[in-house]
Every structure is written in structure tokens, then in C-alpha cells.
């Protein structure tokens, strides 16, 4: 060689190196090492979306399917599809205040009182179901506005507000049930049909599949269109199309699951648009970037202009008025509306599905499909139990461990995201 020349090793593109030489990663091995990257990264950085909730759920499914092979069944499924609605509507409200950093512990005394308002208007008094509904409903709304002036006008901590609530309309609800304590729903009215109706024709669930998958798909990419013209970051086409696909698949099972039992649920039909609606509310209009605004920093909130004693109101507004339609489902679920409605462990499951979910205590961080998936953890412990025979005391200390564990990754979470800079 020259003076200053390079010596170059050449290495045929087929060279195989020496046994027990490390092997460089193919195409697969580099994409599954990006994907493990890019997962503790967001680990790390306290960004942990909805991750674990869904590897819990896959648990428990796991868990209670190798201990008993009906837990998966079709039967089994449909049931908890139906099951997990009442509460969820509940639990979907919780998250609009816990969005602010508040709670509300009236809600389960709210939705029976919605329940035996109801039973009352239609059965005792003969008046017309839908004008009934619509009362008992309003009567959740006005409850949450009522409250929602006493924690944001006169200053009483939500905690207490919603606490002395939960107590009143308990009584209001014992009051107007009279002596008789239990009054039976019809069996063919409008509120029965609520959980007993079910779309049977197969196209009934596969369309939903696809519309859902569809609808995701444009959402997602003119999300991405709008995010690329503003010159802010956004999500690459590919990774939108990896996520319709999966998203896909996953209804289209759950359709498939539907169809070999009795078909689509109107409950979970009802519950899923209210899960999509309240989404675009609090993620595509300028209400929702002001419940996010609020739960981030009061005092921000108010330095900017916005209403904050107006946004408290609307938003235990929206807690009652869902609290109000879930109390209507479960007692379609049970045909009746007793002295019982409303108590037992109902506000604990409600608010433990939302922070169960990923919705943060902290305030600021959640979605309304939180509820979604917080309440299906809930209700598969339970079905899991009672499929089994164990006792419901092992359900509770079971839910009791995972929103434990949510809480605990919560606070990680936030403490991950303030060492970034992110809080």
C-alpha cells in the first residue's frame, strides 16, 4: 500500500461469523429491539398510556380461564358485556372529576335515587316511561349542579360536599320508596329492555366492528393531517395502520364472541357511544381542553381567562347525570328498585374502574375509556369468583391489590414525568 492509504477489511455479504462470535439482528430482531426501546422509554418517562391495565386484564383472564374453562365461554362474555355498563356509565362521570383532582362520593346515592325516582313516577304514579326516565335523569343532573355550587361558589371541599350527599339522597331515596321498601319494574317496558334487548342478526356486530375500525382509522389520520400541517409532532401513517389492524382484529373477535351467544347488547351499544361521545368531548372541543387546563393548574386556569367556577359546575353536572343513566341500567339489570339500590360497593367499583383505568387522582391525565377498562378488571374478578364459588371476600381484597397497584404506578408515573419536566 501507498504512503496514507487505508487498510479496509472486506466481508462477504454471506460471511457467517465463528461459532460463539455474536450475530448482528435481522430486520425482525431490530424492530423487536426498537419496539422494546421505544417501551421503556415511555416506562421511564412515566408516559405509560393504558399498558398496564391491559396486561392486568390479560392476567386475570388468563388466571380464571386456566381455573375454569367457562370463564371465557361466549355466555360468560356476553353476560359480562352487559354487566360491566351500569357501573361504567357510573365510572365514566367519576373520571370528568377526577380530571379536576376532585371526587365525588355521591354517585352511587345518586343513581339509586335516579332508580327509585323511576320506579315511583312510572309504577306508583302511572306516568309515562320516557317522561320518567327523562325526570329521573334530570333530577342527577340537577343533584351534580347543587353540588357543584357549594364546592366551587362557597368553597366546601368536594370531598365533604359529595360526601354529605351521599348520605341525603340515600335518605331522600329510603323516603320516597315509601314503607314497601322494593317496587318491581315491568318486565316488557323501556327500561327493561335496556339490558334484555340484543341485536341477534350477526351483521349487527360485525358492522359495529367495522364502523368502529373505520371510524378509528380517519379519526386517527386526520388527527395526523391537522398535527403535520401545524408542524407540531404526530404519529407516523405506518403506526396508525398497525393500530386499525390490531384494533380490527380485536372487535372482529369480539363480534365473532357476541354472535355465538344471543348478538350485540343494546347496553353495550348505548355504552359505547357514551364512552366515544363524552372521548371527543374531552379530547375535540374547547370544554374538554378547559376540564384538562383546570386539573393541570387552578391558578393557571384562572390567569388565562377561563371560567373555573363555571367548568366545577358543568362537570358535577356531568358526574350526576351519569350516575343518574347508570342507576337506571342496574336497575334494569335486577328489574326492580329497592331500599339496596345505589349501596353496597358500587361507589368503590365506580371510582376504582376510572382510577383502575389510568385516570389519575393527581388530576390532569385520563380518558373516559379508562372506565372502560377499569370496569372490565373489576367485573371479570367478580364473574371469575362467582363462577368459581369462592367467597366475595376474596373479590374485594382482589380488586382492593389491583387499584393498589394502579394507585402505586399512578404515583410512579407522575414522579417518572416531573424528573422529565413533564409536570
Given at each position: 500500500?501507498?504512503?496514507?492509504?487505508?487498510?479496509?477489511?472486506?466481508?462477504?455479504?454471506?460471511?457467517?461469523?465463528?461459532?460463539?462470535?455474536?450475530?448482528?439482528?435481522?430486520?425482525?430482531?431490530?424492530?423487536?429491539?426498537?419496539?422494546?426501546?421505544?417501551?421503556?422509554?415511555?416506562?421511564?418517562?412515566?408516559?405509560?398510556?393504558?399498558?398496564p391495565v391491559v396486561l392486568g386484564l390479560l392476567i386475570v383472564w388468563?388466571?380464571?380461564?386456566?381455573?375454569?374453562?367457562?370463564?371465557?365461554?361466549?355466555?360468560?362474555?356476553?353476560?359480562?358485556?352487559?354487566?360491566?355498563?351500569?357501573?361504567?356509565?357510573?365510572?365514566?362521570?367519576?373520571?370528568?372529576?377526577?380530571?379536576?383532582?376532585?371526587?365525588?362520593?355521591?354517585?352511587?346515592?345518586?343513581?339509586?335515587?335516579?332508580?327509585?325516582?323511576?320506579?315511583?313516577?312510572?309504577?306508583?304514579?302511572?306516568?309515562?316511561?320516557?317522561?320518567?326516565?327523562?325526570?329521573?335523569?334530570?333530577?342527577?343532573?340537577?343533584?351534580?349542579?347543587?353540588?357543584?355550587?357549594?364546592?366551587?361558589?362557597?368553597?366546601?371541599?368536594?370531598?365533604?360536599?359529595?360526601?354529605?350527599?351521599?348520605?341525603?339522597?340515600?335518605?331522600?331515596?329510603?323516603?320516597?320508596?315509601?314503607?314497601?321498601?322494593?317496587?318491581?319494574?315491568?318486565?316488557?317496558?323501556?327500561?327493561?329492555?335496556?339490558?334484555?334487548?340484543?341485536?341477534?342478526h350477526v351483521a349487527a356486530a360485525y358492522g359495529l366492528a367495522a364502523?368502529?375500525?373505520?371510524?378509528?382509522?380517519?379519526?386517527?389520520?386526520?388527527?395526523?393531517?391537522?398535527?403535520?400541517?401545524?408542524?407540531?409532532?404526530?404519529?407516523?401513517?405506518?403506526?396508525?395502520?398497525?393500530?386499525?389492524?390490531?384494533?380490527?382484529?380485536?372487535?372482529?373477535?369480539?363480534?365473532?364472541?357476541?354472535?355465538?351467544?344471543?348478538?350485540?347488547?343494546?347496553?353495550?351499544?348505548?355504552?359505547?357511544?357514551?364512552?366515544?361521545?363524552?372521548?371527543?368531548?374531552?379530547?375535540?372541543?374547547?370544554?374538554?381542553?378547559?376540564?384538562?387546563?383546570?386539573?393541570?393548574?387552578?391558578?393557571?386556569?384562572?390567569?388565562?381567562?377561563?371560567?373555573?367556577?363555571?367548568?366545577?359546575?358543568?362537570?358535577?353536572?356531568?358526574?350526576?347525570?351519569?350516575?343518574?343513566?347508570?342507576?337506571?341500567?342496574?336497575?334494569?339489570?335486577?328489574?326492580?328498585?329497592?331500599?339496596?339500590?345505589?349501596?353496597?360497593?358500587?361507589?368503590?367499583?365506580?371510582?376504582?374502574?376510572?382510577?383502575?383505568?389510568?385516570?389519575?387522582?393527581?388530576?390532569?391525565?385520563?380518558?373516559?375509556?379508562?372506565?372502560?377498562?377499569?370496569?372490565?378488571?373489576?367485573?371479570?374478578?367478580?364473574?371469575?369468583?362467582?363462577?368459581?364459588?369462592?367467597?366475595?371476600?376474596?373479590?374485594?381484597?382482589?380488586?382492593?391489590?389491583?387499584?393498589?397497584?394502579?394507585?402505586?404506578?399512578?404515583?410512579?408515573?407522575?414522579?417518572?414525568?416531573?424528573?422529565?419536566?413533564?409536570?
Amino acid at each position: 500500500m501507498g504512503a496514507g492509504a487505508v487498510s479496509r477489511t472486506w466481508t462477504p455479504r454471506n460471511h457467517k461469523p465463528a461459532d460463539g462470535a455474536p450475530r448482528p439482528p435481522g430486520p425482525f430482531g431490530h424492530r423487536v429491539r426498537g419496539a422494546a426501546a421505544s417501551l421503556g422509554r415511555r416506562f421511564r418517562s412515566g408516559e405509560l398510556g393504558s399498558t398496564p391495565v391491559v396486561l392486568g386484564l390479560l392476567i386475570v383472564w388468563i388466571i380464571f380461564e386456566a381455573l375454569n374453562s367457562n370463564f371465557l365461554s361466549p355466555r360468560n362474555l356476553s353476560n359480562l358485556s352487559v354487566d360491566i355498563v351500569g357501573t361504567g356509565l357510573i365510572s365514566i362521570g367519576i373520571v370528568f372529576v377526577l380530571l379536576l383532582g376532585e371526587i365525588d362520593l355521591s354517585v352511587g346515592s345518586v343513581s339509586g335515587l335516579a332508580a327509585a325516582a323511576f320506579a315511583v313516577l312510572n309504577v306508583n304514579r302511572g306516568m309515562a316511561e320516557g317522561l320518567a326516565v327523562l325526570l329521573a335523569v334530570l333530577a342527577g343532573t340537577a343533584i351534580g349542579a347543587v353540588q357543584g355550587f357549594f364546592f366551587a361558589k362557597v368553597g366546601v371541599p368536594s370531598f365533604v360536599v359529595t360526601l354529605a350527599g351521599l348520605l341525603g339522597w340515600n335518605g331522600l331515596m329510603l323516603y320516597i320508596l315509601g314503607t314497601s321498601g322494593t317496587i318491581n319494574l315491568s318486565d316488557k317496558g323501556l327500561v327493561a329492555m335496556l339490558t334484555g334487548h340484543y341485536f341477534t342478526h350477526v351483521a349487527a356486530a360485525y358492522g359495529l366492528a367495522a364502523l368502529g375500525t373505520a371510524g378509528y382509522f380517519l379519526a386517527s389520520y386526520h388527527d395526523t393531517r391537522r398535527r403535520q400541517a401545524a408542524g407540531v409532532p404526530y404519529r407516523p401513517l405506518r403506526g396508525i395502520v398497525w393500530r386499525t389492524a390490531l384494533l380490527g382484529a380485536v372487535t372482529l373477535v369480539v363480534a365473532w364472541v357476541l354472535n355465538q351467544f344471543e348478538g350485540l347488547p343494546l347496553a353495550l351499544l348505548i355504552f359505547l357511544a357514551f364512552l366515544v361521545g363524552l372521548d371527543c368531548v374531552l379530547r375535540r372541543t374547547r370544554y374538554g381542553r378547559m376540564i384538562f387546563a383546570l386539573g393541570g393548574s387552578v391558578e393557571a386556569a384562572r390567569r388565562t381567562g377561563l371560567n373555573v367556577d363555571l367548568v366545577r359546575i358543568s362537570v358535577f353536572m356531568i358526574s350526576g347525570t351519569m350516575a343518574a343513566i347508570g342507576g337506571l341500567f342496574l336497575a334494569s339489570r335486577v328489574s326492580s328498585a329497592s331500599q339496596t339500590s345505589g349501596s353496597g360497593n358500587l361507589l368503590m367499583d365506580a371510582i376504582a374502574a376510572a382510577v383502575i383505568g389510568g385516570t389519575s387522582m393527581f388530576g390532569g391525565r385520563g380518558r373516559t375509556w379508562s372506565a372502560l377498562l377499569g370496569v372490565l378488571v373489576i367485573q371479570s374478578i367478580a364473574s371469575g369468583v362467582a363462577l368459581m364459588g369462592i367467597q366475595t371476600a376474596v373479590q374485594f381484597m382482589i380488586t382492593g391489590g389491583v387499584l393498589l397497584v394502579a394507585v402505586v404506578i399512578d404515583s410512579l408515573s407522575r414522579r417518572a414525568q416531573k424528573s422529565h419536566g413533564r409536570v
